[in-house]
Nanobody, 123 residues
């Protein structure tokens, strides 16, 4: 599975962005997917994950209620809708895939990674 994230940019605090992650390969629907982010000088951290069918999701406490993860298996695409953005959401966002039903909150469990997309939230 090859992944490519897009949709990052500069937004003011309180604004919204939608990230996309396009995947190649016919096994997309058998992989759980996740979003992670890495801020300057910090370790990569979990943001959200979604299972095979899209029915099971999990979020980091810091984004719960503001971010929504979703997937369209027909389009081989993963999304992250980010609302009420805060300056502390500034980071490079990465999408990742693992061939399990539910995925994981831990980056080391993921087999495939896309290049990141930069999100900058100004105050």
């Amino acid at each position: 599975v090859q992944l490519q994230a897009s949709g990052g940019g500069l937004v003011q605090a309180g604004g919204s962005l939608r990230l996309s992650c396009a995947a190649s390969g016919r096994t997309f629907s058998t992989h759980a997917l996740g979003w992670f982010r890495q801020a300057p000088g910090k370790e990569r951290e979990f943001v959200a994950r979604i299972g095979w069918s899209g029915g099971i999701t999990n979020y980091a406490i810091s984004v719960k209620g503001r971010f929504t993860i979703s997937r369209d298996n027909a389009k081989n695409t993963l999304y992250l809708q980010m609302n009420s953005l805060k300056p502390e959401d500034t980071a490079v966002y990465y999408c990742a895939a693992v061939r399990t039903r539910l995925g994981s909150d831990y980056s080391y469990d993921y087999e495939y990674w896309g290049r990141g997309t930069l999100v900058t939230v100004s105050s």
